[in-house]
């Protein structure tokens, strides 16, 4: 399964003049803000003309409410950029939920910890950023698999959630559809919580809540901050190769904050099973981490 972050942008194209429009991979946002304002992202991009293949430099800067985009060269040129999207391939879009993604966690964490320990390094080491990004990774994969588990075997949660999410709310089908497709209505809902970007934490704070009556921001009271750094810091791993938005190599990544990193996912994950879950279905013997 993958993805692109990408703008829909058009431009008269300063090598063969003629109007063009195509899809420009851009910055991706980080979504550790809780204000939207605070989600920002900016950095170089190539834009190429579909046209005469002529290949500008250029540069993004990207919010969760505007794209704007110049060229190096050309800086007189007027892009028109779409709100950057992740474009998500047919594999993802029809992609089925494990029934215990729990279980796939933790196995995931016992196989890392085993990996840090006997091959990590220092603090900028390749093997360290690979198995820190893989945890956050680890986490995304988990919370889009239970929410869309709670959702798909519960009436009640996909109810709440039609009813409260403003993308589902203003979804709108002919009754032709609806009689061809007894399943429209499930399909829809599944296949936007497919969509949404999982590190995106406050987008699915607010999913959490309608669907499950479960505040993560509560359950993450004290770490919160914690969390959302390393999910900022898994950004500069992925798109950055392991260097912060001034290009410095990051040095964090010890094998004690890759563990302690792993350690605080393993107790917001048991707070969450526990929340979702009645505690009489959840006991010790659940978390062998």
Same mark, same amino acid.
């Given at each position: 399964m993958?993805?692109?972050?990408?703008?829909?942008?058009?431009?008269?194209?300063?090598?063969c003049?003629?109007?063009?429009?195509?899809?420009?991979?851009?910055?991706?946002?980080?979504?550790?803000?809780?204000?939207?304002?605070?989600?920002?992202?900016?950095g170089s991009?190539?834009?190429?003309?579909p046209?005469?293949?002529?290949?500008?430099?250029?540069?993004?800067?990207?919010?969760?409410?505007?794209?704007?985009?110049?060229?190096?060269?050309?800086?007189?040129?007027?892009?028109?950029?779409? &709100? /950057? *999207?992740? $474009?998500?391939?047919?594999?993802? #879009?029809?992609?089925?939920?494990?029934? @215990?993604?729990?279980? !796939?966690?933790?196995d995931?964490?016992?196989?890392?910890?085993?990996?840090?320990?006997?091959?990590?390094?220092?603090?900028?080491?390749?093997?360290?950023?690979?198995?820190?990004?893989?945890?956050?990774?680890?986490?995304?994969?988990?919370?889009?698999?239970?929410?869309?588990?709670?959702?798909?075997?519960d009436?009640?949660?996909?109810?709440?959630?039609?009813?409260?999410?403003?993308?589902?709310?203003?979804k709108?089908?002919? &009754? /032709? *559809?609806i $009689?061809?497709?007894?399943?429209? #209505?499930?399909?829809?809902?599944?296949? @936007?919580?497919?969509? !949404?970007?999982y590190?995106?934490?406050?987008?699915?704070?607010?999913?959490?809540k309608?669907?499950?009556?479960?505040?993560?921001?509560?359950?993450?009271?004290?770490?919160?901050?914690?969390?959302?750094?390393?999910?900022?810091?898994?950004?500069?791993?992925?798109?950055?190769?392991?260097?912060?938005?001034?290009?410095?190599?990051?040095?964090?990544?010890?094998?004690?904050?890759?563990?302690?990193?792993?350690?605080?996912?393993?107790?917001?994950?048991?707070?969450?099973?526990?929340?979702?879950?009645?505690?009489?279905?959840?006991?010790?013997?659940?978390?062998?981490f």
């Amino acid at each position: 399964m993958s993805s692109r972050y990408e703008s829909e942008i058009s431009f008269i194209c300063p090598g063969c003049r003629k109007f063009v429009a195509t899809k420009l991979a851009v910055p991706e946002l980080s979504f550790t803000g809780e204000r939207a304002s605070e989600n920002v992202s900016e950095g170089s991009v190539e834009v190429v003309c579909p046209s005469c293949e002529t290949a500008f430099p250029g540069y993004c800067f990207n919010s969760m409410g505007d794209c704007q985009i110049t060229l190096d060269e050309h800086p007189a040129v007027e892009i028109h950029a779409g &709100l /950057a *999207e992740y $474009s998500h391939d047919e594999d993802w #879009v029809t992609y089925q939920a494990p029934d @215990h993604p729990l279980a !796939i966690l933790i196995d995931l964490y016992h196989h890392a910890s085993d990996l840090l320990a006997e091959h990590g390094g220092g603090g900028a080491h390749l093997l360290n950023r690979m198995i820190f990004a893989q945890q956050i990774g680890g986490l995304e994969a988990y919370l889009a698999d239970t929410l869309i588990n709670v959702v798909k075997n519960d009436a009640d949660a996909m109810r709440r959630l039609i009813a409260g999410d403003v993308d589902l709310r203003s979804k709108k089908f002919t &009754l /032709a *559809e609806i $009689s061809a497709n007894k399943q429209l #209505v499930e399909q829809e809902v599944l296949l @936007h919580l497919r969509s !949404i970007v999982y590190h995106n934490i406050p987008k699915v704070r607010a999913l959490y809540k309608i669907a499950a009556n479960v505040d993560i921001f509560e359950l993450l009271e004290g770490t919160k901050d914690r969390l959302f750094k390393a999910i900022e810091y898994r950004h500069d791993c992925v798109h950055r190769n392991g260097r912060d938005s001034q290009g410095n190599l990051l040095e964090i990544f010890t094998k004690p904050y890759v563990q302690e990193t792993a350690g605080l996912i393993r107790d917001f994950v048991k707070r969450l099973e526990t929340a979702l879950y009645s505690p009489a279905d959840v006991d010790d013997d659940d978390f062998p981490f």
